[in-house]
C-alpha cells in the first residue's frame, strides 16, 4: 500500500517563500495524479494544485501565480513551491495520490505571519 509523507512546513512571514515535498513509498506513476491540498482552522479542505504523469498542472485561482507544483519521477517526489506567502495561506497542507482510489499523507503546517 503505498504511504505519502509531507515535509517542508513551517512558519514563514507574509511575502516569504516555503517548498513543501511529497514523498511516496513507491514510484509516483503509480498514481493517475496527484496534488496538494489545504485545510485551515474552520474551513473546509480544499484544493490547492495537482499534476497529472503527463505533467500538467492545475491550480486553486487563490494560489494561481505564487504557487508551482512540480514532480521528480526518480525522487518519486511532488513538490509545491510557494511563493508571496500571505497569512490566509496559513493551514495543514496534504498530499494526495490517486488512482483507483485515494492515498493522503498525514499533512504539514504551514503558518504565515502577518
Known amino acids: 500500500q503505498a504511504q505519502l509523507v509531507e515535509s517542508g512546513g513551517g512558519l514563514v512571514q507574509s511575502g516569504g517563500s516555503l517548498r513543501l515535498s511529497c514523498q511516496a513509498s513507491?514510484?509516483?506513476?503509480?498514481?493517475?495524479?496527484m496534488g496538494w491540498f489545504r485545510r485551515a482552522p474552520g474551513k473546509a479542505r480544499e484544493f490547492v494544485a495537482g499534476i497529472t504523469t503527463g505533467g500538467q498542472t492545475t491550480y486553486a485561482t487563490s494560489v494561481k501565480g505564487r504557487f508551482t507544483i512540480s514532480r521528480d519521477n526518480a525522487k518519486n517526489t511532488v513538490y509545491l513551491q510557494m511563493n508571496s506567502l500571505k497569512p490566509e495561506d496559513t493551514a495543514v497542507y496534504l498530499c494526495?495520490?490517486?488512482?483507483?482510489?485515494?492515498?493522503w499523507g498525514q499533512g504539514t503546517q504551514v503558518t504565515v505571519s502577518s
Open positions: 513507491g514510484s509516483i506513476f503509480s498514481f493517475n495524479g
Open positions: 494526495k495520490g490517486w488512482n483507483t482510489r485515494d492515498y
